[in-house]
């Protein structure tokens, strides 16, 4: 943990187009004694409730979806292009058949608020959960999205405060 500086998100340069979308992130629920992560690339960041939030999507499926259903706190890992494949593989694979951070090498600590996090970050967002709704068909207005269920298994989306900002000091 010694490895990261607590900033205000508020005053970091996050764009959640290139950092979400594009370079991706590890959402983690759970504890150092029994917790699972995976790779993600739909969500946002923002103000919300007069709070700093991020806002994930995770289907029901997922084996995270489980932590984070039992957990009020989940964190969301973000890396430098070099852990690609690491990111490929954590959203590859199911944390019910292998372990992921063993397979990829992964380093965790614990959290402030005792959730995990990875030595390997460069940054990461330690959030406490306020908010779940499961996507549904008849609430989406322009149908086209709907491409992206065709199994019906819609994502559930949790909007989670931002409670701490651990930033690599070596970013800083």
């Known amino acids: ?17 290139d950092r979400i979308g594009k370079q991706w992130m590890l959402i983690t629920s759970g504890n150092l004694a029994s917790y699972n992560t995976m790779t993600a690339s739909w969500g946002g960041a923002g103000e ?12 029901p499926q997922r084996y995270t979806f489980e932590f984070l259903e039992k957990e009020s706190i989940f964190t969301c890992s ?7 494949q690491m990111l ?7 944390g019910r058949e ?21 030595e390997q970050s460069n940054l ?5 959960k306020l908010y779940a709704q499961d ?4 609430s989406f207005i322009e149908k086209a999205p709907l491409r992206n269920y065709p199994a019906g298994d819609f ?18």
């Open 1 to 17: 943990m010694n490895l990261f500086k607590k900033v205000n998100p508020g005053q970091i340069d996050f764009n959640a187009f």
């Open 48 to 59: 919300l409730w007069n709070k700093p939030v991020i806002f994930i999507f995770v289907r």
């Open 78 to 84: 973000f890396f430098n292009e070099s852990h690609r």
């Open 88 to 94: 490929n593989f954590c959203g590859s694979r199911s």
């Open 98 to 118: 292998c372990d992921k951070v063993h397979e990829t090498g992964l380093t965790t600590f614990a959290t402030p608020n005792a959730s995990v996090g990875f």
């Open 124 to 128: 990461f967002f330690e959030c406490l």
């Open 135 to 138: 996507l549904n068909a008849e």
């Open 155 to 172: 994502h559930r989306m949790y909007i989670g405060e931002i409670l701490y900002t651990g930033m690599k000091i070596t970013e800083i």
